[in-house]
């Protein structure tokens, strides 16, 4: 009765967690401190699993143990790395636990880049092991019950969590092992064995027989359920379904046993014997039928022992009715035991490796939140630097402040002489010129590295289309067209960003172009850039006049706005603020994070401030322009106008303005320098992500063709054919567990037997060649034995005639399963009765039967006398 079912272990292949894990982390961590620290955690998850999946495991605690750690860190680390297909991919294998496999094919088994298969397969091998050790325990004792309901019903929590995750965690059809249907009926056989285990506990402490009959009643409940489950399937191997039933009969016996000695205590006497008579006839299906697979010889003597004496007491004393079992009131059911909930952590001794990694979707939040933070700063800086832009560009306009400072007529007006020495520090046009020369070279390698990376995948994908087209629905693994979907995309929008870069380093060039003969003349030196400078009359009466301090006043102000503005630029510049609290606090609360509300409510606190700061020195600004151009107007108007100092003055104002475009020139081309090689380390990874998952896919396509491969060497290699039906022989009755008994379920009628054939014909051997043809032929000696076939030769029905082929049909030899040597098949006709093919009736003793040619002297008869 000890008997009870486990589960075995699924195996699996070994996979290299250390360099996927550890080239993720130096590119997405490559500035952390704690990099090498989340190396060596890697490192230790390697060996975690090589400890739980990549050794044979003892049916012990420790070993369970091993199995919930890793569990609990694959649980851990899942949200922590980008596992997927397209992004970080390992591909696990793992066989099916219930196939055994054969000779040539090898096992079934299946590869997946999946984190979520792993865990389920973990979590299988974490219920299977806990199975195998609660099978272990010795039943004996109050421990090893309690420890065996306890295992019993971690797996059954097991089997229904995968149950219930497996189609979502795979994305796709898993192997039968693991399938939802073979899950819940795991489950359920877990159950019921933890519920046995614990009617056998009430039995150990001597409970109340109420008690302990619904216990047992609720037990034989499960085991009838998991029965009806896997009752018209093979998922499971073919000895559960017979220790089902078995079980289901002995827990349902116990029941009525027990219930029986609660109608003994209530004197219903004829109660007590049909239960036990109950009782007996279920305990002797068992050991009728399933004897095999569990024992139920105790059980069987102590319900015959009980029964002998109810029926004696009986007869002797009470002379009570025995009631038939249906007018019997129904045994109670109690059920003690459920399945346990798979919540993580599973160890009790688990430490997160990775505690200090944050998880994606936080690491993404921040991403978007650096995106948007950079977006913002970039607005109001770039904001500042266009109203300074425009600044200058008005200024340079009205000829200020070098009209002010030209009041000679004859000399470089300072700030003219300060902007061309500020231009020959800065490099000239030398360094102009290096920085527009090296913008090709840089973008030409930017645009090699995208396009070895999309050509990889080019290449990848046509492989994959052609082994598709060759194996059709056999190659069933994620088409390669669909898996690149967000990377070509990713891979496009690079290409984009290039275009639009070329089309930023052509509006440079063009500027450059345009002020390159002014930016020229400033670089000279000083005696060839006044002699450059046309020279006019001079206006020294304005010296010293009120319109003139005003605009020197005006120009002063719009300089300290500027260099507030700088100022402002690297105050907000330098504001930092950590995100990643904000957003771990949202997940653990609500599960989710809301990026967008969150990152707008603190871009509105850091930068608020600076923002009003800016619009404030922009209106500030704007006022300053207007009475600098009114200011201006008076000044022209009291300055004396002709050809030479109009001359002159557009000189000075192209200078100024090459100046200004000088640094702008400047400014853009070392931030497209920047850019490009900023965008080549994104190539880079671009490309390192390419790579990585063509590779993982060459991997996976290796290893399907090889299960291909093995599934065509498990295929017959000759085509089968349709036997006839008059040529098929009833088999013999298999020889495994009969179908459950009729407790179980509702007793079905057998299949009506069609009757009896009469038996084959018997004809004469005839004599020697001497008889002629014609003779009628004598009959057979008493004391000749009966020809007997040979015993390679398989003997069957004559062939009946085919339409178009007179008297016989011949089949070749290669096809009929009847191997007959060089005997022809004879022709007999008869009628066949409506749904009996039988034989003519028997001629009469002596006469040859209808129908047949004589045969040749010597001839053994067809058919071997009976």
């Not at 000088?662 to 992500?689: A, C, H, M, P, W």
């Not at 089949?811 to 009628?831: C, T, W």
Request: glycine share 4%.
């Amino acid at each position: 009765m000890a008997t009870f079912i486990s589960v075995p272990l699924k195996k699996s292949s070994e996979v290299d967690l250390v360099k996927p894990l550890s080239k993720f982390i130096n590119v997405a961590y490559q500035a952390s401190d704690e990099q090498g620290e989340y190396i060596r955690a890697v490192e230790e998850l390697n060996k975690l699993r090589k400890s739980a999946v990549g050794r044979p495991l003892d049916k012990h605690e420790s070993s369970l143990e091993v199995l919930l750690r890793y569990y609990d860190q694959l649980c851990a680390v899942e949200p922590k790395f980008p596992f997927s297909e397209n992004q970080l991919c390992l591909t696990f294998t793992w066989k099916d636990a219930f196939d055994k496999g054969s000779l040539f094919g090898g096992s079934v088994k299946l590869a997946l880049a999946s984190l979520g298969y792993e865990k389920t397969c973990v979590l299988f091998n974490v219920a299977a092991l806990a199975s195998q050790i609660a099978s272990e325990q010795n039943l004996d004792n109050d421990e090893g019950l309690k420890t065996a309901a306890k295992y019993y019903q971690l797996a059954s929590g097991a089997f229904g969590h995968i149950k219930d995750t497996v189609l979502s965690a795979l994305n796709r059809e898993p192997t039968m092992d693991i399938s939802p249907e073979t899950m819940g009926t795991l489950s359920t056989i877990m159950l019921a064995q933890a519920q046995e285990v614990i009617f056998l506990k009430a039995a150990s402490d001597k409970m109340k027989d109420a008690v302990i009959a619904k216990l047992a009643n609720q037990a034989a409940d499960f085991y009838g359920d998991a029965f009806k489950q896997c009752q018209y399937k093979d998922n499971l191997p073919k000895e559960v379904l017979p220790v089902l039933a078995a079980k289901h009969c002995i827990m349902q016996a116990n029941a009525e046993l027990h219930q029986s000695a609660l109608a003994k205590q209530k004197k219903r006497f004829g109660e007590e014997i049909a239960r036990l008579q109950h009782a007996a006839e279920l305990v002797k299906t068992v050991a009728s039928r399933y004897d095999e697979y569990v024992s139920v010889k105790d059980l069987s003597d102590r319900i015959n022992r009980a029964l002998t004496a109810a029926k004696k007491d009986n007869d002797f004393i009470y002379n009570d009715r025995v009631p038939e079992i249906k007018d019997l009131e129904h045994i109670g059911k109690a059920a003690l035991v459920k399945a346990s909930p798979i919540t993580t952590p599973l160890s009790q001794k688990f430490s997160d490796l990775f505690e200090k990694m944050v998880p994606m979707a936080v690491q993404q939040a921040m991403t978007i939140y650096n995106q948007r933070k950079s977006d913002f700063v970039n607005r109001l800086v770039g904001t500042m630097r266009e109203a300074t832009n425009l600044c200058n560009g008005v200024l340079a306009s009205l000829n200020l402040p070098a009209a002010l400072e030209d009041l000679s007529g004859d000399s470089i007006p300072q700030s003219i002489a300060e902007k061309a020495r500020s231009i020959v520090q800065q490099g000239g046009l030398q360094s102009i010129e290096q920085l527009i020369k090296d913008l090709p070279e840089l973008l030409t390698r930017n645009r090699e590295i995208l396009d070895e990376s999309l050509k990889i995948l080019d290449e990848e994908e046509t492989t994959d289309n052609d082994l598709r087209a060759k194996f059709n629905q056999r190659w069933n693994r994620t088409p390669s067209g669909d898996l690149y979907k967000p990377l070509r995309a990713e891979g496009a929008n690079f290409r984009s960003i290039l275009d639009k870069a070329v089309q930023a380093d052509q509006v440079v060039k063009e500027r450059y172009n345009t002020h390159c003969e002014m930016i020229a003349l400033l670089c000279k030196p000083e005696n060839e850039l006044s002699a450059a400078i046309p020279s006019a009359n001079p206006t020294k009466t304005l010296q010293g006049s009120e319109v003139v301090n005003m605009l020197r006043s005006q120009i002063t102000k719009l300089d300290e706005i500027k260099k507030e503005r700088e100022t402002l630029e690297g105050e907000i510049k330098a504001v930092t603020f950590d995100m990643s609290v904000s957003f771990l606090t949202a997940l653990a609360r609500d599960g989710a994070i809301n990026e967008e509300q969150l990152s707008s409510t603190q871009l509105e606190q850091l930068y608020g401030a600076y923002n009003q700061r800016v619009q404030a020195s922009l209106r500030t600004q704007e006022e300053l322009l207007g009475q600098v151009q009114t200011s201006h107007q008076e000044f022209s108007n009291l300055k004396q106008s002709n050809a030479e100092s109009n001359q002159r003055e557009e000189v000075l104002k192209k200078l100024a303005s090459a100046h200004d475009s000088y640094v702008e020139i400047s400014n853009n081309l070392r931030e497209g320098t920047k850019f490009y090689n900023d965008l080549t380390e994104i190539l880079l990874k671009f490309q390192n992500k390419c790579s990585d998952i063509v590779f993982a896919r060459k991997t996976e396509r290796d290893e399907l063709l090889k299960e291909l491969q093995q599934s065509i060497a498990r295929e017959p290699s000759a085509p089968s054919f349709n036997v006839p039906a008059y040529q098929s022989t009833p088999a013999p009755p298999a020889a495994g567990p009969t179908p459950a008994p009729r407790t179980v379920f509702a007793e079905q009628q057998p299949p009506a037997k069609p009757p009896a054939r009469p038996p084959p014909p018997t004809f004469t051997p005839h004599a020697a060649s001497s008889t002629p043809a014609n003779a009628a032929p004598a009959s057979t000696p008493p004391n000749n034995p009966p020809p007997v076939a040979p015993p390679t030769q398989a003997q069957g029905p004559p062939y009946p005639s085919y339409q178009g082929y007179p008297g016989y049909y011949q089949m070749p030899m290669g096809y009929n399963p009847y191997a007959y040597g060089q005997y022809n098949m004879p022709y007999m006709s008869y009628q066949a009765t409506p749904g009996q093919a039988g034989y003519p009736g028997a001629p009469p003793a002596g006469q040859p039967y209808p129908g047949y040619p004589q045969h040749p002297p010597q001839q053994q008869p067809y058919y071997p006398q009976q």
